[in-house]
């Protein structure tokens, strides 16, 4: 009787062991499932903004970091590639959590360049806006991005070759009234189909096929101030588009070779004043 009591409670006992070894398991199995849930969550969080830049002791803005600044890492965009590093002595971060519009990536009139090709290929930033001393947007400088609005400073004098080619998002180009704005060179805005505004009041220059299948530009004035317009500038522009004229003279300067489709031109009541 004594052996038979002394096995059922071995046996109470394991299946008590066992009861335990399979509630932990469980417990472990759903440790690791709410740690990979966060894990994936915080990636996710990771590549949705752009909370600092990274600017190098030469005022130069080199990368952007999304997440890590406490732990010494920041992210740096290149050729549309993203990577780690760390930080450099010296190295300055820039806050742009305590901006009030989180999703405008404001680059301050502290940063002194931009390092090459910095931009290109980034698909994170839609809203950008420079305040910093620029003379020119450098050639490709935001090539092949998802940017959907820039503003740029009264000091660029020059968009570069290429400077948003492929930028097929690209809706706006913010300028002020006091832009020195006077040269768009070849194919800078080439293939930005999403385009709609961009003041070309005080264009002296535009390259060829500066605006090659801008179809989405409703109307485009051209000032008396224009004194090159560059084979292919603006073909394939929306068929209900309309080129406005400011002056007579400049429709001489249209001689180049256009597929304008159903594209108006026409004078502006200024023209013959």
Same mark, same amino acid.
């Given at each position: 009787m004594k052996k038979k009591e002394k096995i059922k409670k071995l046996e109470e006992k394991n299946k008590l062991l066992i009861a335990v070894v399979v509630l932990l398991s469980i417990l472990v199995l759903i440790g690791i499932g709410m740690l990979a849930v966060k894990s994936v969550k915080k990636m996710i969080n990771k590549y949705e903004d752009i909370d600092y830049l990274i600017v190098d002791t030469?005022?130069?803005?080199?990368?952007?970091?999304e997440y890590n600044v406490t732990q010494d890492k920041k992210i740096e965009y290149k050729n549309g590639e993203r990577t780690e590093d760390t930080y450099k002595d010296g190295d300055e971060v820039i806050s742009l959590i305590e901006k009030e519009e989180k999703e405008e990536v404001v680059i301050p009139d502290t940063v002194k360049s931009i390092e090459k090709d910095l931009f290109y290929g980034n698909t994170i930033i839609k809203n950008l806006k420079i305040e910093m001393n620029l003379d020119k947007i450098d050639d490709n400088m935001f090539s092949s991005t998802s940017i959907?609005?820039?503003? *740029?400073?009264?000091? /660029?004098?020059?968009? +570069?070759?290429?400077?948003?080619?492929?930028? /097929?998002? *690209?809706k706006e180009v913010v300028t002020s009234?006091?832009?020195?704005? $006077? /040269?768009? $060179?070849? +194919?800078?805005?080439? %293939?930005?189909?999403?385009?709609?505004?961009?003041? *070309?009041?005080?264009?002296?220059?535009? +390259?060829?096929?500066?605006?090659?299948?801008?179809?989405?530009?409703?109307?485009v004035y051209l000032s008396i101030k224009l004194e090159k317009v560059g084979n292919d500038a603006f073909k394939y522009l929306a068929n209900n588009? $309309?080129? /406005?004229?400011?002056?007579?003279?400049?429709?001489?300067?249209?001689? %180049?070779?256009?597929?304008?489709?159903?594209?108006?031109?026409?004078?502006?009541?200024?023209?013959?004043?």
């Open positions: 030469s005022g130069k803005l080199i990368g952007f970091s959907e609005k820039i503003t *740029l400073p009264d000091s /660029v004098t020059t968009i +570069g070759t290429n400077a948003f080619n492929g930028s /097929v998002s *690209l009234d006091k832009s020195k704005l $006077e /040269v768009i $060179e070849n +194919g800078a805005f080439y %293939g930005c189909a999403s385009l709609e505004s961009i003041n *070309l009041k005080n264009i002296k220059e535009i +390259g060829a096929n500066a605006f090659y299948g801008c179809n989405s530009m409703k109307k588009s $309309e080129i /406005v004229l400011e002056s007579f003279m400049t429709r001489s300067l249209l001689t %180049g070779k256009y597929t304008l489709n159903k594209t108006s031109i026409k004078l502006d009541a200024d023209a013959f004043k």
